[in-house]
C-alpha cells in the first residue's frame, strides 16, 4: 500500500478560521493543490462562504484570497496508507499536533472539519480548547453524494459567523 503525505498547512498568523481535511486525494497530490479534483466542491463551497468567485481564479490567489479572510487550510492527517482516495482506505493514519498548531494562531475562533474523517481525528485533539468553536461541516467531496450541494451550501454558510 502507498503511502501518502499531506502539504504544510496555509494559514497566516492571524488566522480566525481554520478548515481541516483528512488526507489530500490522488489528484490533489498529483497536482500539489488542495482540493484539486474537478468534482470536489470545496472551492465553490468556501467561495460561496466569503461572497467570492473562487473556482474562476488561479490556485494560488485562491489561497491568498483565503489568508486575506483570514482562513487557513490543514490536515489532520500527516501520512498514511491509502490506495485510492476514499477515507475509508486510510491505514496507518499519523496524525498532525493540532493541538500544538492552534496554540500558535491566538486569534483563532473556530475549527471546521471538512467530512467525518477530519471531524473524528481532530475533535479527539481539540476537545479542550474551550477558545474555538468546533464545526462539522459536510465534506466537499463528490464521494458524499448523500447530502445535494445546496443542503452544503447551508451548513457551510455557517462558517461566516467567525470571520
Do not use: C
Request: hydrophobic share 45%.
Amino acid at each position: 500500500m502507498t503511502i501518502k503525505t499531506a502539504f504544510p498547512p496555509s494559514v497566516a498568523p492571524d488566522a480566525r478560521l481554520l478548515v481541516l481535511g483528512s488526507l489530500p486525494g490522488e489528484e490533489s497530490l498529483r497536482q500539489g493543490r488542495y482540493y484539486a479534483h474537478p468534482t470536489n466542491a470545496f472551492w465553490w463551497l468556501i467561495g460561496e462562504v466569503i461572497g467570492e468567485p473562487l473556482p474562476s481564479l488561479a490556485y494560488e490567489k485562491r489561497l491568498a484570497r483565503l489568508r486575506a479572510h483570514r482562513i487557513g487550510l490543514w490536515d489532520v492527517i500527516a501520512t498514511a496508507q491509502r490506495q485510492g482516495s476514499l477515507d475509508q482506505a486510510i491505514r496507518e493514519a499519523e496524525l498532525r499536533d493540532l493541538a500544538g498548531f492552534v496554540e500558535a494562531l491566538p486569534e483563532l475562533r473556530a475549527v471546521a472539519f471538512n467530512g467525518q474523517t477530519s471531524a473524528r481525528h481532530g475533535r479527539k485533539q481539540l476537545a479542550g480548547e474551550a477558545r474555538l468553536t468546533l464545526l462539522d461541516l459536510p465534506s466537499s467531496s463528490a464521494a458524499h453524494a448523500g447530502m445535494a450541494r445546496d443542503a452544503k451550501r447551508e451548513a457551510w454558510l455557517e462558517l461566516r459567523e467567525f470571520l
